[in-house]
């Protein structure tokens, strides 16, 4: 079994931003050489997620908005964890929105279902951030 691991950074422009990381992805598996296996992507920070959906403006809006629904950044002070930082809505939407996802790489490709694509969620930016991409296979 081969595998191999390499780390994407991201420096968002805002607080709150999320980007498309399928096609930064895509070039790692062929970088990897690997065939046939599991593609594991994670956001390696507590204020940042990595998940799959529809690469569409409105429903990236959409969670954005429901996002700031149930965990708003302000007040900053409605929140206990924010004594000296003020991140703590970062903290609970990266719990909603996900860790990692693990995707099938069948014949060099990642095997998506129909509009699948790999989100980098972003909740506290304007610093760099680290995702961890990890392919093992043969
Ligand atoms: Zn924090």
């Known amino acids: 079994m081969k595998s191999y691991r390499e780390e994407l950074t991201f420096c968002t422009p805002h607080r709150r931003d999320y980007i498309n990381i399928t096609p930064e992805v895509e070039?790692?598996?062929k970088k990897?050489?690997?065939k046939e296996g599991l593609c594991l992507v994670n956001a390696m920070h507590i204020t940042a997620s990595v998940f799959i959906n529809d690469d569409e403006r409105g429903l990236l809006r959409d969670f954005d908005d429901w996002l700031e629904a149930i965990a708003p950044h302000e007040p900053v002070d409605h929140y206990r964890h924010n004594v000296g930082e003020e991140?703590?809505?970062a903290h609970l939407?990266?719990?909603v929105m996900g860790r990692e996802v693990v995707v099938a790489v069948t014949g060099g490709k990642l095997d998506?279902?129909?509009w699948e694509q790999i989100f980098y969620g972003e909740f506290d930016g304007r610093r760099?951030?680290?995702v961890l991409v990890k392919i093992i296979g043969e």
């Open 27 to 29: 070039k790692i598996i």
């Open 32 to 34: 990897s050489g690997i």
């Open 87 to 89: 991140n703590g809505d």
């Open 93 to 95: 939407k990266r719990q």
């Open 112 to 114: 998506f279902g129909p």
């Open 128 to 130: 760099d951030k680290r």
